[in-house]
């Protein structure tokens, strides 16, 4: 029993000593802003962070897909702190999103050709420019995030493929090394 309590007690000294040694030279994690409300690591240089969304380019029948990336893209990064969302007159940076398509596929058939498990695909790119003149400061490049999902549940995979695409580029622009 003590020697219990001895090993737990040197398990917390341990922990508690990491924790002070991490938090005292300032580490945080990438993509994560500071507690003092400051920018998180980003990118895009400060003064490009007044940002609206110009456009998103929707060449496929699939309507519901350009208000779920505004909403999704707006709210990643908002929850990141990587930009100001502004109006176009006084931003500094334009963000357009082109989807290059979206699918959706069977994956397996049974012996009746019956969909058992089917699968959906997102391919776009981001692209953010500066607003005075236009030139791009930085590319996603094309990026594409798949699900397969069982009958029934293509509105949660619609949900989950868009979800991950957007987390994916946010982390793209807030890997500085």
């Known amino acids: 029993m ?17 924790t ?14 500071p507690a003092d409300g400051t920018q998180a690591a980003s990118r895009l240089a400060p003064e490009l962070s007044q940002m609206t969304l110009a456009r998103v380019d929707n060449p496929t029948v699939e309507a ?34 082109t989807i290059k398509r979206y699918t959706r596929s069977t994956a397996v058939s049974g012996q009746a ?24 400061i930085w590319d996603s490049g094309e990026q594409s995030q798949d699900e397969s999902f069982y009958p029934g549940d293509s509105d949660g995979a619609d949900m989950r493929v868009t979800d991950l695409l957007v987390r994916r580029v946010s982390d793209l622009l807030t890997e500085n090394y």
């Open 113 to 136: 050709d019956q969909s058992v498990k089917l699968s959906t695909g997102i391919v776009a790119t981001f692209r953010i420019a500066r607003a005075t003149d236009g030139a791009i």
């Open 20 to 33: 002070l040694l991490l938090c005292g030279c300032g580490y945080h994690f990438t993509g994560s802003a």
């Open 64 to 97: 519901w897909l350009e208000p779920r990336l505004r909403s999704l893209i707006r709210d990643e990064f908002n929850r990141r702190r990587l930009v100001t969302w502004t109006d176009k007159a006084k931003a500094t940076s334009l963000l357009t999103i």
């Open 2 to 18: 003590r020697r219990l309590t001895r090993s737990l007690l040197l398990k917390l000294a341990l922990l508690a000593a990491t």
